[in-house]
Nanobody, 119 residues
């Protein structure tokens, strides 16, 4: 089992920044891929970004490229999502997730943290 706990959400004005954290525990994550997803009210959950724990290879949704940055701290077993130039359409509950295999569905999910961007 892997436990994921997100933090860092909040209310910010458009153009501002937030950094989300995802603390992972329970297993060695060296072969995992870590991802961030978000879900706005009335919408489906969507992929935001991912990073491989071993090599740090990153992937981003087109909607956040150039504004968001995903990273991991191996010593702290923590994944971060730095969000800059935030827009009202970034408002959502943000979830951290972990995937054992290089491809496929994510196996573990955090409880989510709310990000609200005011115009």
């Amino acid at each position: 089992q892997v436990q994921l706990v997100e933090s860092g959400g909040g209310l910010v004005q458009a153009g501002g920044s937030l950094r989300l954290s995802c603390a992972a525990s329970g297993r060695t994550l060296s072969t995992y891929t870590m991802g961030w997803f978000r879900q706005a009210p009335g919408k489906e959950r969507q992929f935001v970004a991912s990073v491989t724990w071993s090599l740090g290879t990153t992937l981003y949704a087109d909607s956040v490229k150039g504004r968001f940055s995903i990273s991991r701290d191996n010593a702290k077993n923590t994944v971060y999502l730095q969000m800059n130039s935030l827009k009202p359409e970034d408002t959502a509950v943000y979830y951290c997730a972990a995937r054992r295999n290089p491809i496929g569905t994510y196996d573990y999910w955090g409880q989510g943290t709310q990000v609200t961007v005011s115009s």
